[in-house]
């Protein structure tokens, strides 16, 4: 009988050449790809909720895939353990409906972005949180945040040349954020928190690097709103560092 | 003239020996002189506040060295952190009286511990927390933190062969803890907090695996007491995973 799991994953992606599979690199869609295969004893192809880019973390990916095995879940989240490296983990898997996808079924993602303040960064941190020396404006950094936080053609923050624009139809670049807001989490410890119910190609280190222009005074918060409104990737700021990326939850 | 100057280091110990300088083997301690020895352009010395293991991580160890260069502080840490590993970081450096001495004048010092718990570790913790699968009574594991929460005979803790034990003199195997704690971090994350007067060599991971053979109650808190009376190290719990640990302060 055909069974469809999900499995939710955390990983390192330190040294990892991102989510997908790719000729002649690591990534984490074929380390596990390849213990599933091992574990059924078939071809699986694993469908994840999304993409992360080389470098990018993840605290609650998922991902679905169909088996005819009839091993139980918990010896297969214990097997894929067993085989994959401790940077990559199984935190549970789950049974599903045969018409759940990973990604298609995805209603909203959860992203964190974290970052250090100071004049020198915490070596304990600093494979996953980005080092920012300069003074920060954190009130002008919130208000771009409060700004995007609602439905907006997200165009200036889309990595060019990642879409096909001429299909006709689909949303295009217009997204959705329900959360926008940075937190403190210690003395010179920071982090992004975005939710929304997609989000384009490099989209949160693209607003990430231009709201942080802000936060040091190379842009106001006028010029900011004037940016996502201009939709021109060339206007933003830079794609901020990817290690300090983690895709935290992705909703269902 | 001579200088005497603290500094103030953090390390990510995971792919180093230990502080300790010794042969064929990458330590803390000598990297530091290595740097100082060609930015100074002369043999250095440098005192830590003490020593740490293998895989040991800091957050405040501090080292004193003295020396004739002139060369202005922020320049050395400037220079240091610009030769060292991305691993080790100066986070301060200052100028001390020239009777200041980082292990001599200490006065106490801060451990954290930190450990998961849950049945899967996050990749993200792995590096800095040491999983415990089973379950655990943290009220028993706090009771026997407020036993040794004072002055004790803490032989039982200490590594075997670790002092030469025919030195007349001396405190011996005497230290003070002003606190012993235990804190949630987060939904499967714990820290200990220890802060002493000193510590044997081995002390906190001998305190921590002890401490956490009554929390899955393979002892009881009366037990962990007699261990503590006994002053037998062949009594107590395992010694705890390096990874864990981390000196967060010294107080001078």
Redesign the interface.
């Known amino acids: 009988m055909m069974r469809n799991i999900k499995l939710l994953i955390?990983?390192?992606g330190t040294s990892f050449s991102g989510w997908q599979k790719q000729k002649n690199a690591d990534t984490i869609q074929q380390e596990i790809e390849t213990a599933l295969t091992r574990i059924t004893n078939a071809a699986v192809t694993l469908h994840g909720a999304g993409r992360t880019d080389a470098g990018v973390?993840a605290?609650g990916m998922t991902a679905s895939f169909q088996t005819q095995s009839a091993i139980p879940l918990f010896q297969l989240?214990k097997g894929l353990?067993s085989m994959l490296p401790?940077?990559?983990?199984?935190?549970d898997a789950e049974e599903m409906e045969m018409n759940f996808h990973a990604r298609f079924s995805a209603r909203a993602k959860t992203y964190h972005y974290s970052f250090d303040t100071g004049p020198?960064?915490?070596?304990?941190s600093?494979?996953?949180s980005v080092h920012i020396s300069h003074p920060l404006n954190l009130a002008n950094m919130q208000e771009c945040l409060d700004f995007i936080c609602c439905t907006h053609d997200f165009a200036s923050f889309e990595a060019t040349g990642s879409r096909d624009r001429t299909i006709p139809g689909g949303r295009g670049s217009i997204r959705t954020l329900s959360r926008a807001e940075l937190t403190q989490r210690g003395e010179n410890s920071y982090r992004f928190t975005f939710t929304g119910d997609g989000f384009l190609r490099h989209m949160v280190r693209n607003i990430v690097g231009t709201v942080l222009d802000t936060g040091r005074g190379k842009t106001t918060v006028a010029e900011f709103r004037e940016i996502v409104r201009k939709k021109d990737r060339s206007c933003a700021g830079a794609t901020a560092p990817a290690h300090g990326l983690?895709l935290h939850k992705v909703y269902y």
């Open positions: 955390a990983y390192d973390h605290r989240q353990n401790f940077s990559i983990r199984i935190m020198v960064q915490s070596p304990l600093r494979l996953y983690v």
